[in-house]
């Protein structure tokens, strides 16, 4: 098959390669090895029950590739993924949703949404700096005074 194009698939609405040497990743098998590995070390490194730990953790989630609520709730601890989404989308996020069937821990398929981030440019708050910004510029006003001599 050397110099010929892969031929493409479709796996859980996601069109994927097919590999030539018989190899499949985790994901590939369906047994989602790393994937559920990935999605656990992400919840360990934004521990938490807040809002805004459950948003970096979606975020996170997505920015490694395709998010099921199915998985976002059993992975991610997030058990009303819909509004963090919402909320990451109020933020910048540009989401897309498809509507999947996936089975839930009991067998039965259940129509579920699988969230794809398409670009993630943060906007300013109700046509205000966001707080964040504030501060830091707050913060570089102060170092600016303090190396001019002006504060001691």
């Given at each position: 098959?050397?110099?010929q194009a892969h031929p493409?698939?479709?796996?859980?609405?996601?069109?994927?390669?097919?590999?030539?040497?018989?190899?499949?990743?985790?994901?590939?098998?369906?047994?989602?090895?790393?994937?559920?590995?990935?999605?656990?070390?992400?919840?360990?490194?934004?521990?938490?029950?807040?809002?805004?730990?459950?948003?970096?953790?979606?975020?996170?989630?997505?920015?490694?590739?395709?998010?099921?609520?199915?998985?976002?709730?059993?992975?991610?601890?997030?058990?009303?993924?819909?509004?963090?989404?919402?909320?990451?989308?109020?933020?910048?996020?540009?989401?897309?949703?498809?509507?999947?069937r996936e089975p839930t821990?009991?067998?039965?398929?259940?129509?579920?949404?699988?969230?794809?981030?398409?670009?993630?440019?943060?906007?300013?708050?109700?046509?205000?700096?966001?707080?964040?910004?504030?501060?830091?510029?707050?913060?570089?006003?102060?170092?600016?005074?303090?190396?001019?001599?002006?504060?001691?």
């Open positions: 098959m050397a110099g493409r698939h479709w796996r859980n609405g996601l069109r994927v390669r097919a590999t030539t040497d018989n190899k499949k990743t985790a994901r590939d098998r369906g047994d989602g090895a790393s994937r559920k590995a990935l999605l656990q070390q992400i919840s360990d490194d934004y521990p938490g029950n807040g809002t805004e730990s459950q948003r970096q953790r979606i975020l996170a989630a997505l920015l490694s590739g395709p998010l099921s609520t199915l998985e976002a709730r059993r992975f991610l601890d997030v058990m009303h993924p819909a509004q963090r989404v919402l909320e990451l989308r109020d933020s910048g996020a540009d989401i897309a949703t498809h509507w999947t821990e009991a067998g039965t398929l259940h129509r579920v949404a699988r969230y794809i981030l398409r670009a993630f440019a943060p906007r300013r708050m109700n046509g205000c700096i966001r707080p964040e910004l504030l501060a830091l510029l707050v913060l570089l006003a102060v170092a600016g005074l303090l190396l001019a001599g002006v504060l001691r």
